[in-house]
């Protein structure tokens, strides 16, 4: 997936950043240029660090909603990236949800937490 990162200073992409960094989930190599990301600013990175910061520690995460193809905000992708659903997707989910219903349209989204014994949930085609 090609893609631009654009304002390198966005405020939703440093946040974005700190979490993967705060969450622990990169490995030493990608949390070291993470930091520096973070510390000197991604244009201060080097040619090759600030490849590695794309292709290994931001571009994995990326990803559309899956109900509607929207490409999520920096604040939303590490949502996308748990769920598949941008946070209006995913909130129409939970109102489907509370009354009982769901959307043909909208997925089938199940957690980690739910029951093992669950049937396998079998997604609305989209």
Same mark, same amino acid.
């Given at each position: 997936?090609?893609?631009?990162?654009?304002?390198?200073?966005?405020?939703?992409?440093?946040?974005?950043?700190?979490?993967?960094?705060?969450?622990?989930?990169?490995?030493?190599?990608?949390?070291?240029?993470?930091?520096?990301?973070?510390?000197?600013?991604?244009?201060?990175?080097?040619?090759?660090?600030?490849?590695?910061?794309?292709?290994?520690?931001?571009?994995?995460?990326?990803?559309?909603?899956?109900?509607?193809? *929207? *490409?999520?905000?920096?604040?939303?992708?590490?949502?996308?990236?748990?769920?598949?659903?941008?946070? *209006?997707?995913?909130?129409?989910?939970?109102?489907?949800?509370?009354?009982?219903?769901?959307?043909?349209?909208?997925?089938?989204?199940?957690?980690?937490?739910?029951?093992?014994?669950?049937?396998?949930?079998?997604?609305?085609?989209?």
């Amino acid at each position: 997936m090609a893609f631009d990162l654009g304002n390198t200073n966005d405020p939703g992409l440093m946040a974005f950043i700190s979490q993967l960094v705060e969450d622990s989930s990169l490995s030493p190599a990608e949390d070291e240029v993470a930091r520096a990301a973070l510390d000197q600013g991604i244009d201060a990175l080097s040619t090759e660090d600030r490849g590695r910061l794309e292709s290994s520690v931001i571009e994995p995460y990326l990803g559309d909603c899956e109900a509607c193809g *929207t *490409t999520p905000a920096w604040e939303q992708v590490l949502m996308v990236y748990d769920t598949g659903l941008c946070a *209006t997707c995913f909130d129409k989910l939970e109102g489907a949800d509370t009354l009982g219903v769901r959307p043909e349209w909208m997925p089938l989204v199940t957690t980690p937490d739910e029951d093992e014994d669950a049937p396998e949930p079998v997604p609305a085609p989209l």
